[in-house]
């Protein structure tokens, strides 16, 4: 007999929310997380010595009251009084080595018929460069629009499918429209992480996956386990890997997802030293850096935070810290080992025509005990992840798991 009714290898958003769901319904769960902490791309690094109880987003960086699926389940656990309002502060541009305001940059005689553009734009089948380039119009598009979708989605987002990049979603209104919590998102998956039903095993990293009858048995370098249900809540690059010996069509369709990386870089620094007005961040056009996201929107007496998300491959390390500084407008050896952390972030870069390919991989799971979930199926928003475990459970329910 299977030691569990499901195994879920990954303790990003993901998998805790399908853990979550799976273990409310009663179903004896089991994570693997080969790091040694949980979240996944919601990670809060929290500072030590000098700047004790500062903390730095370096992946996920906001909430917001549409989440629906993710706030159900904050509810659940009874934390949603823990939510604190992101202050309001305004996005600026970054461009010509000078930080403008984004009004300045648009040519609003191109931005006339836009909104009856908008009432006639068809996202499925376009691109985001396509159907918002029509919307806005050629130039608002290059000076502005552009640089800020490369921005949300810390990647080139022109070939991006334009029905993934906003969904429009209900919004509860007794949650802030957008927020965080006292010590970072990161907290939501400590709080998920915490509950005694969902047990985790951390620096557990799965090597090998294979079917024994209609259970599921998973090697890792510390041992084996067996459960009546799989679930990969990983990079799809790592769930193609696990399932290329046993579902070999599945991993191929998995490696047709290409993926972005995000060299990301975050710095803290005496409130005083700072003259960059306050912001929630900063878009980068034509710069080394997709976007730089602060800690304004959590403001803190003594320090600010920012973090820079550079492309990749493009500057080393003293390089970005040499254009961390001339964007502060701070001194170089303002930067040391005590206020500077740096992560390496992967994400999918989707294309149009990703729902057909969504389907597809659904049809080829169909039936079977095996789930797939992560941020390479509806979208990169964190909600976008939670929606998509939660379809899996309730789909693995109906099969009468």
Same mark, same amino acid.
């Given at each position: 007999?299977?030691?569990?009714?499901?195994?879920?290898?990954?303790?990003?958003?993901?998998?805790?929310?399908?853990?979550?769901?799976?273990?409310?319904?009663?179903?004896?769960?089991?994570?693997?997380?080969?790091?040694?902490?949980?979240?996944?791309?919601?990670?809060?690094?929290?500072?030590?010595?000098?700047?004790?109880?500062?903390?730095?987003?370096?992946?996920?960086?906001?909430?917001?009251?549409?989440?629906?699926?993710?706030?159900?389940?904050?509810?659940?656990?009874?934390?949603?009084?823990?939510?604190?309002?992101?202050?309001?502060?305004?996005?600026?541009?970054?461009?010509?080595? *000078? %930080?403008?305001?984004?009004?300045?940059?648009?040519? $609003?005689? +191109? @931005?006339?018929? &836009?909104?009856? !553009?908008?009432?006639? #734009?068809?996202?499925?089948?376009?691109?985001?460069?396509?159907?918002?380039?029509?919307?806005?119009?050629?130039?608002?598009?290059?000076?502005?629009?552009?640089?800020?979708?490369?921005?949300?989605?810390?990647?080139?987002?022109?070939?991006?499918?334009?029905?993934?990049?906003?969904?429009?979603?209900?919004?509860?209104?007794?949650?802030?429209?957008?927020?965080?919590?006292?010590?970072?998102?990161?907290?939501?998956?400590?709080?998920?992480?915490?509950?005694?039903?969902?047990?985790?095993?951390?620096?557990?990293?799965?090597?090998?996956?294979?079917?024994?009858?209609?259970?599921?048995?998973?090697?890792?370098?510390?041992?084996?386990?067996?459960?009546?249900?799989?679930?990969?809540?990983?990079?799809? *690059? %790592?769930?193609?890997?696990?399932?290329?010996?046993? $579902?070999? +069509? @599945?991993?191929? &369709?998995?490696? !047709?997802?290409?993926? #972005?990386?995000?060299?990301?870089?975050?710095?803290?620094?005496?409130?005083?030293?700072?003259?960059?007005?306050?912001?929630?961040?900063?878009?980068?056009?034509?710069?080394?850096?997709?976007?730089?996201?602060?800690?304004?929107?959590?403001?803190?007496?003594?320090?600010?935070?920012?973090?820079?998300?550079?492309?990749?491959?493009?500057?080393?390390?003293?390089?970005?810290?040499?254009?961390?500084?001339?964007?502060?407008?701070?001194?170089?050896?303002?930067?040391?080992?005590?206020?500077?952390?740096?992560?390496?972030?992967?994400?999918?870069?989707?294309?149009?025509?990703?729902?057909?390919?969504?389907?597809?991989?659904?049809?080829?799971?169909?039936?079977?005990?095996?789930?797939?979930?992560?941020?390479?199926?509806?979208?990169?928003?964190?909600?976008?992840?939670?929606?998509?475990?939660?379809?899996?459970?309730? !789909?693995?329910?109906?099969?009468?798991?």
């Amino acid at each position: 007999m299977a030691d569990h009714d499901l195994l879920i290898i990954g303790a990003g958003i993901s998998g805790l929310s399908m853990a979550h769901d799976a273990a409310r319904a009663g179903w004896r769960v089991q994570v693997l997380e080969a790091d040694q902490r949980p979240g996944g791309c919601l990670c809060s690094h929290r500072f030590g010595g000098a700047l004790d109880g500062f903390w730095l987003e370096l992946g996920a960086h906001s909430g917001f009251n549409s989440y629906g699926n993710l706030l159900a389940i904050l509810e659940s656990v009874r934390a949603l009084d823990r939510l604190q309002p992101r202050a309001k502060v305004s996005f600026r541009l970054f461009a010509d080595g *000078a %930080v403008r305001s984004i009004p300045s940059q648009l040519n $609003f005689s +191109e @931005l006339l018929l &836009a909104p009856f !553009r908008l009432l006639r #734009a068809k996202k499925a089948g376009h691109s985001v460069a396509d159907c918002y380039g029509r919307i806005v119009g050629p130039r608002n598009y290059a000076a502005v629009f552009e640089p800020a979708f490369d921005a949300v989605i810390c990647q080139p987002a022109a070939e991006f499918p334009a029905d993934c990049l906003f969904r429009p979603r209900p919004r509860r209104k007794d949650v802030p429209r957008g927020f965080t919590l006292p010590d970072g998102l990161q907290t939501v998956a400590d709080i998920l992480a915490g509950q005694s039903d969902i047990p985790i095993e951390f620096g557990q990293a799965a090597r090998e996956v294979w079917r024994a009858g209609e259970d599921f048995g998973v090697r890792t370098d510390r041992g084996e386990y067996a459960a009546r249900a799989l679930c990969l809540a990983t990079p799809v *690059a %790592v769930a193609a890997e696990l399932l290329r010996a046993e $579902f070999p +069509e @599945l991993a191929a &369709a998995l490696a !047709r997802i290409r993926t #972005a990386t995000v060299e990301s870089v975050g710095v803290a620094l005496p409130a005083d030293r700072v003259s960059l007005p306050l912001v929630a961040g900063l878009i980068g056009r034509n710069e080394t850096f997709y976007s730089v996201v602060s800690r304004d929107t959590a403001p803190d007496a003594r320090h600010r935070g920012f973090t820079f998300h550079f492309r990749p491959g493009v500057l080393d390390e003293e390089g970005k810290l040499n254009r961390i500084a001339q964007v502060l407008n701070a001194p170089r050896d303002a930067f040391d080992a005590g206020n500077v952390v740096s992560q390496v972030n992967r994400l999918p870069a989707l294309r149009v025509g990703h729902g057909d390919w969504v389907s597809a991989v659904d049809r080829a799971l169909a039936g079977n005990r095996l789930a797939l979930t992560g941020n390479y199926f509806v979208g990169v928003a964190i909600e976008d992840c939670v929606t998509r475990s939660r379809r899996e459970f309730e !789909r693995l329910r109906r099969q009468g798991l």
